[in-house]
T-cell receptor, first 114, second 112 residues
Framework: AQKVTQAQTEISVVEKEDVTLDCVYE???????LFWYKQPPSGELVFLIR??????QNEISGRYSWNFQKSTSSFNFTITASQVVDSAVYFC???????????FGKGTKLSVKP | ETGVTQSPTHLIKTRGQQVTLRCSSQ?????VSWYQQALGQGPQFIFQ???????GRGNFPPRFSGLQFPNYSSELNVNALELDDSALYLC???????????FGSGTRLTVV
């Protein structure tokens, strides 16, 4: 199965620590998109980033950064100087299927304690 | 932009009943997808509509059906509810076949 694996089920850190969320995916597609979403307790999936499979340039946006390595099929997400408001479940996803639907990992629950 | 809104936010139904969940997509977004998220799991793709036609379906039985309307609203219908249908149902919209998805806050369905 072409799945997305988030090996870390739960992570707990203290405020201001850096934290990296891991994501490994499987695909036979040559072109695909990768995503990270944040899901706070309210339930809405908040879009964080989309990356095209041809674009391996890593990106930094404020306290967030992403490391895409196609050779290892990994798309990791780092939060620098974590804050309590970062507490949420984070999902990695990729496009799959002929219509570009999303295939999600099981999520990583991040708890940032003050 | 008005985002994606879903109704109701919570719903309790009895096994065997039928339910209709509603979604109002972001203006101009002609593609809508529905996902089922069981507790502690990632969302699972149910189906997708483009210009009022279903054009993709995940591994869900036919008792899960949908409609998309010209005003960018859509429905998810589930017949003969089962206990395992208890989940958060998320609606997502986008413009065309590319672009990022905008998700609603979901409807939490409990089947008793």
């Amino acid at each position: 199965a072409q799945k997305v694996t988030q090996a870390q089920t739960e992570i707990s850190v203290v405020e201001k620590e850096d934290v990296t969320l891991d994501c490994v995916y499987e695909t036979r597609d040559t072109t695909y998109y990768l995503f990270w979403y944040k899901q706070p307790p309210s339930g809405e999936l908040v879009f964080l980033i989309r990356r095209n499979s041809f674009d391996e340039q890593n990106e930094i946006s404020g306290r967030y950064s992403w490391n895409f390595q196609k050779s290892t099929s990994s798309f990791n997400f780092t939060i620098t100087a974590s804050q309590v408001v970062d507490s949420a479940v984070y999902f990695c996803a990729r496009t799959g299927g002929s219509q570009g639907n999303l295939i999600f990992g099981k999520g990583t629950k991040l708890s940032v304690k003050p | 932009e008005t985002g994606v809104t879903q109704s109701p936010t919570h719903l309790i139904k009895t096994r065997g009943q039928q339910v209709t969940l509603r979604c109002s997509s972001q203006s101009g977004h002609n593609t809508v997808s529905w996902y089922q998220q069981a507790l502690g799991q990632g969302p699972q793709f149910i189906f997708q509509y483009y210009r009022e036609e279903e054009n993709g379906r995940g591994n869900f039985p036919p008792r899960f059906s949908g409609l998309q309307f010209p005003n960018y609203s859509s429905e998810l219908n589930v017949n003969a509810l089962e206990l395992d249908d208890s989940a958060l149902y998320l609606c997502a919209s986008r413009f065309g076949g590319s672009g990022g998805y905008t998700f609603g806050s979901g409807t939490r369905l409990t089947v008793v």
